[in-house]
């Protein structure tokens, strides 16, 4: 496996993520309060999409490794053999990922 990000910098990266999921909720939340709900929605789905690369980073953590090269691009850039972009596959993966942690 390639790391794109290896394991020493997983808690940075978790950071960095944490930081845009802050940014991301605080500006959604000022746009909602001022009746902006379509903004606030977009605001919102960056957020929680940004929520599953912090998941990503935390998962890979726990197993004791780094972040490889496919998995970044996976939800980063989406899944052109199976034709779905980064904003359906980060989701999915989060899931997949979330049940697979919760078995073992």
Same mark, same amino acid.
């Given at each position: 496996?390639?790391?794109?990000?290896?394991?020493?910098?997983?808690?940075?990266? @978790?950071? #960095?993520? +944490?930081?845009?999921?802050? =940014?991301?909720? /605080?500006?959604?939340?000022?746009?909602?309060?001022?009746?902006?709900?379509?903004?606030?929605?977009?605001?919102?789905?960056?957020?929680?999409?940004?929520?599953?690369?912090?998941?990503?980073?935390? @998962?890979? #953590?726990? +197993?004791?490794?780094?972040? =490889?090269?496919? /998995?970044?691009?996976?939800?980063?850039?989406?899944?052109?053999?199976?034709?779905?972009?980064?904003?359906?596959?980060?989701?999915?993966?989060?899931?997949?990922?979330?049940?697979?942690?919760?078995?073992?």
């Amino acid at each position: 496996m390639t790391e794109l990000i290896p394991y020493d910098e997983l808690d940075d990266g @978790f950071q #960095r993520t +944490k930081f845009l999921v802050e =940014s991301f909720m /605080d500006s959604s939340n000022l746009a909602f309060s001022k009746n902006h709900y379509h903004i606030s929605i977009g605001l919102s789905i960056l957020a929680y999409e940004e929520i599953s690369k912090m998941q990503m980073f935390f @998962f890979a #953590r726990q +197993k004791g490794e780094g972040i =490889s090269k496919e /998995d970044w691009n996976l939800v980063t850039k989406g899944d052109p053999k199976n034709k779905k972009s980064a904003h359906v596959v980060k989701p999915e993966k989060s899931y997949l990922d979330r049940k697979k942690f919760n078995r073992n």
